[in-house]
């Protein structure tokens, strides 16, 4: 059942509260009995659903498979790659049992103590580890390379504070894991997937994204480098939405898998891994939504266009519908996904309010009086505009207007980006601007030592080394010294 | 790199090795380094991705919304239902810890004593508990029902003794939760969805199956009625290959999910669950293929056409790309996947053995004289037999042989199930019967200690009662009781 509107909290009254409230009421996703996992519900779902077509697509244009590798991995393995273990084997969820018995009290079942495992298994936090183990046996020889697989699954890290689609115990995702017989041919993929995820970003999410390269200090552990893209959401706060890791030879060099090279020499493979996760709901969620609900891009949204018949009696709603009919067939057609509600139970008040929640790109209401005129009412979510339209040629006016709308957002998205993204020469100013929010250009020396003490004092952290942009060299507004280039400050998700 | 044709073990020699090898050299699966899990390759992922797809389309035209629940399920949730619990939560991946830490020592990582997890969580072997713990938020009044839920995800039973596809620890499957108003439409959903199940057994998969229920002793855990669908293998065993459970009000009163029904009066709800498996590759494999290695129906086909050049020079294969070149565009057009293997690391013999392995429906081979000739190749992989085409309108010809590869591999099926399906009527003959394998029609008195007493001296099972076909009584062919009907014995996987 829908909730009701009037309940949604204000952006500006608690813009957290906000989201949090806005996951729930637009039937996205909801907490469950385990902690830090969310139900994902259908409607949220079918938006994730259309994301994965789209990348999956797009994955296999360049020449990716998917495969599927072990949810359980042994506990040796996450010690293989010495950074690896560092920066990520810690929290997870340990099997460390596989039975359970009667309670010999009678209370249910406990677990059997005489079935605790030889070698305890790690629900995967990633998948690089038991990959490249595997990997092992698939290559021997340059002929066997390049292996492009990506797996969409489900992981788990066992964060203490959680939100939903954001960060959360077991979330979904996907991760490529690519080996090649070069260096060049490793960095040229892991920058080719940081592109992809640009493209989707901005195609189909309508989300601007700053490219760029992490930080040591930020960088996925084992990595050599790691590319990602950066958004702004309307709080001026930054979302990481995608990484892309060159990891060079050291996973290679862990697992020993090398190959036999054209001069007939053996050399390790070079690896690199990308991935993007649910993580990317909350994104969208917030770079779009408003205080009435949902803004979804039509690219991505499960209903493009509802259709609401405003009737008096079934012989009004019978005269609708067969008006109806051959629109939602011309609408089909385009390839527009369109919904009619004339369910009864529900008044249309009651209706519109609902999929202005859900975030429906366009809805049609058809009265009585429309018909006798030819007309219908079309309203789009994104500006929240209602005009009257001629019934005549309404499917290809809707197929336009759902492109304006995904190009509206996009812009509005960028816009805003653009008036929270400032330069800031000195320390004093860049402590009174990040209070601001948004992105703040500055130098930077380039040492983990000036970042750590920013971001002690400051809560902001890198988001990135732009690949675009101003390239002009200066001094760290901290301590002076050499810096090669701006580089962009954020507080972040 | 493909396996050696040669090495694979003939199925009349020993059909379970020539099991065991087909997976792995058709690069269909393989171990891991995690007990009883398997890495499932590409191409295998791409079988599995086909039946997905198709299924997943079926269901939505049935209603049904895709969804996605916690991996985890609280310990204490298994124990709600009694008869679930009994029949389910034994062998399990039981995550106890949720955290590692340095090895004091030095060894590596160990897992923190001081993160022990207050109630341990059980990886879900199936998710009923946790699903419908969870419906009751969603449902509260008839205006909510029905709930048509799917969720597609990875499941652990610990199972003792494994095999790639059939039976591993981890597996890949879709399992639908439905929540509904009556008993009477929740036992048309349950009868519904095994019957999509047959359609997609024997449209696409080419699997000729028989539908039926399965006797109390082999139900659902949680169950009232359990319906299935049982295949016959080329060794006469029996696989059941997807279940449909009406679960009457069983987990409604374990979850306590009541709604107001029109009356204004509260019930509990109506439950089904019904899912299938990677299993169903196993199925799959194990139906069609023959000692020279995979047969594939053409409607699940990774690639359905390979076309392979025979050249001697450049020139050659230049001359032979460009009459190919159209003709892949026209197969394409018909939504036929084609591959050109145009390799030059391979030679054709390799690459014919390759493609038969892998199962892959047509192959046309494309020489010079053919050019000249205006001529191709063309090879069934269901018969193996070889003849000329002309050129000219070889899509289309193509398209039609495919569709008879469908239905000659359906009715071989067929054939071989009927061939080996016979009628006893004394217990004596039975025992001689059973062990030349296939199903067996025989009386039965209905109670689970004769069905128990011909498993323990048999190893048959009741593979069901079936739906359709002879109906008249007779007397038990151990006890000599009245029996209702025939029902199917046979051993199974
Ligand atoms: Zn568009
Ligand atoms: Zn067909």
């Known amino acids: 059942m829908a909730k009701e509107l009037k309940d949604l909290t204000k952006r500006s009254e608690d813009y957290s509260k906000w989201y949090n409230e806005l996951v729930v009421k637009a039937d996205l996703a909801e907490q469950s009995a385990v902690r830090g996992c969310m139900v994902i519900k259908p409607y949220g779902y079918a ?59 009678g209370n249910g079942v406990v677990v059997d103590p005489d079935a605790r495992l030889e070698e305890e298994l790690i629900v995967r936090p990633t ?41 959360t115990a077991e979330f979904l995702w996907q991760e490529g894991h690519c080996a090649h017989a070069t260096a060049e041919e490793s960095e040229a993929r892991t920058v080719q997937m940081i592109n992809l995820y640009a493209d989707f970003a901005e195609k189909y999410m309508a989300m601007p994204v700053i490219k760029g390269v992490k930080s040591a200090n930020e960088r996925f552990a084992g990595a050599l480098n790691t590319y990602t893209i950066e958004a702004m959401m309307q709080d001026g706060k930054a979302l990481q939405s995608g990484t892309s890791h060159n990891l060079g030879q050291n996973f290679a ?8 090279n054209k001069d007939n020499k053996p050399e390790y493979v070079w690896a690199n891994s990308w991935g993007v996760s649910t993580r990317l709901m909350g994104a969208l969620i917030m770079t779009h939504s408003d205080d009435n ?19 008096k009696n079934s012989e009004q709603l019978a005269e609708i519908s067969a008006k109806v009919e051959p629109i939602i067939n011309e609408l089909r ?13 529900k008044r249309p008040g009651f209706k519109f309010a609902d999929y202005e929640l859900k975030g429906v790109p366009v809805r049609l209401a058809i009265g009585a009086r429309d018909i006798e005129n030819g007309t219908v009412e079309v309203m789009r979510r994104d500006t929240l505009e209602k005009h009257v339209a001629p019934l005549d040629g309404i499917a290809n006016y809707v197929a336009k207007l759902l492109e304006e709308i995904q190009d509206n957002i996009f812009q509005k998205a960028l816009k805003h980006r653009e008036s929270m993204t400032r330069t800031v020469d ?17 130098h930077w020396d380039g040492t983990t030592e000036t970042e750590e003490k920013i971001k002690d004092e400051t809560k902001a952290t890198i ?27 954020a507080r972040n998700y």
């Open 47 to 105: 938006i994730w659903e259309k994301m994965q077509q789209t990348l999956d697509k797009m994955f296999k244009e360049t020449g990716v498979q998917n495969a599927y590798f072990p949810l359980l991995i042994p506990k040796s393995f996450l010690c293989r790659e010495a950074e690896h273990v560092e920066g990520f084997a810690k929290e997870c969820a340990v099997v460390t049992h596989y039975r359970l018995k009667n309670d010999p009290n």
């Open 127 to 167: 998948s690089e580890t038991i990959i490249w183990g595997t990997y092992k046996n698939w290559i021997h020889s340059y002929r066997d390379l390049p292996v492009l697989c990506n797996q969409w699954a489900n992981v788990m890290r066992w964060e203490m504070r959680t939100r939903m689609f954001l960060r």
């Open 253 to 260: 060099k862990a697992f020993d898998v090398t190959f036999v």
């Open 293 to 311: 609900g949902l803004v979804l891009p039509p690219h991505l949204a499960p209903i493009q266009v509802v259709i609401i018949p405003i009737y």
């Open 333 to 345: 057609a385009l390839g527009i996904s369109v919904k009619y509600d004339d369910s009864e139970n």
């Open 426 to 442: 000195t320390y004093e100013e860049f402590k009174k601007e990040i209070e601001k929010g948004g992105f703040i250009l500055a």
């Open 463 to 489: 988001r990135c080394i732009p690949l675009d942009g101003d390239e002009t060299p200066g001094v760290c507004m901290v301590t002076g010294k050499p810096s090669a280039r701006r580089v962009i400050f």
